[in-house]
């Protein structure tokens, strides 16, 4: 039967069946654990379903940028704002799949592919379905993030044979109305819904430093944990300060044994999922990066640019995981 550790208000542990909904008082209970106490439980559930000393490598790449309609408050892709990005066409396949084949050479195990949508045109879509399958051809796995989908979108996305789908709920339900306005946090579970039933699996997270509060980023958690299903892959992204956008005003970086505390509960929480440590790492130090790895994060972006904002280089990666002794597609 399969468990994870799930820990009352108290502070008290005990072992409950996977699936059982998880509450915020449980969730700051981990959270507020002695450190050594929670890396300790992290690592354990991490050693429970997982390669300690192996990080999966994906990389990413914006296939259309800029001019997007929605007006999320931290993108720099948002047509709402000044940032300095210029909107581009969907690029073509030949230019994917080359790009994808040097990711591949990089050490890259996975391919994310983003266009900055509100929802994919159908034949956006006939277009991105072709570049999913050479991909594939390739013998990666496969990840888009395109935006809304319709049942039919995934079907078609899913028939391609696409692995994941990326659609990120980003922060809290309570602090979501303050950072978009344009597209509902319904309309984006009910996205990842469509692509579940697809048979695709989920790569689904938030950002943090964005002037949430701790509890904010705890019922994110709360929230994703209680899917019908948790996403196989969870991103926390640290909030990269981009010029023009409104969330500039309100972002704070968050501290960086509160990053690691929240790496560990998400792990307890969501014992099957990969956790990824996405945007943010090329400010964060070896040793923190070090922590996260402990609890329990388990995957990486390579190359030089996420989308808009910086990552470090593959070098520094390679190096940082030969020192822990880490496998990765680097090494």
Not at 26 to 55: I, T
Not at 77 to 101: C, F, I
Not at 206 to 219: Q, S, T, Y
Request: overall charge negative; glycine content about 8%; proline content about 4%.
């Amino acid at each position: 039967m399969d468990v994870a550790v799930e820990v009352d208000r108290n502070g008290s542990c005990e072992l409950a069946q996977v699936g059982e909904k998880w509450k915020r008082g449980e969730a700051e209970a981990l959270y507020g654990l002695p450190f050594a106490e929670l890396m300790f439980r992290a690592q354990s559930v991490h050693r429970d379903n997982f390669d300690p000393n192996h990080v999966e490598t994906a990389s990413l790449l914006s296939i259309k940028t800029g001019g997007c309609p929605e007006d999320c408050g931290y993108c720099a892709q948002s047509a709402h704002y000044e940032t300095g990005v210029k909107a581009s066409r969907l690029m073509d396949r030949a230019d994917v799949v080359a790009a994808a084949q040097r990711a591949k050479e990089a050490g890259a195990t996975r391919f994310c592919m983003a266009a900055a949508w509100r929802t994919p045109k159908d034949r956006d879509l006939d277009r991105v379905c072709e570049m999913v399958s050479a991909v594939k051809d390739l013998g990666m796995e496969t990840c888009v993030t395109l935006g809304m989908l319709t049942p039919k979108q995934a079907a078609q996305l899913s028939e391609a044979g696409l692995n994941f789908y990326n659609h990120n709920i980003d922060t809290s339900p309570e602090f979501y109305g303050r950072i978009i306005t344009t597209r509902t946090l319904q309309d984006r579970i009910d996205t990842l819904e469509h692509a579940r039933e697809a048979g695709i699996k989920i790569c689904c997270g938030g950002i943090i430093g964005m002037g949430e509060r701790v509890e904010d980023r705890l019922d994110m958690l709360v929230l994703l944990a209680n899917l019908r299903k948790p996403p196989e892959s969870v991103p926390i992204n640290l909030w990269n300060e981009v010029k023009g956008v409104p969330v500039n005003d309100s972002a704070e970086r968050p501290d960086p044994i509160a990053l690691v505390r929240l790496v560990a509960t998400a792990r307890i929480m969501m014992p099957k999922s990969v956790v990824r440590l996405s945007a943010g790492r090329h400010d964060m130090t070896d040793e923190l990066q070090a922590l996260c790895f402990l609890a329990g994060a388990n995957s990486i972006f390579i190359g030089d640019v996420l989308l808009t904002t910086k990552n470090p280089k593959a070098d520094r990666d390679a190096k940082l995981l030969t020192r822990l002794g880490i496998t990765s597609g680097l090494a």
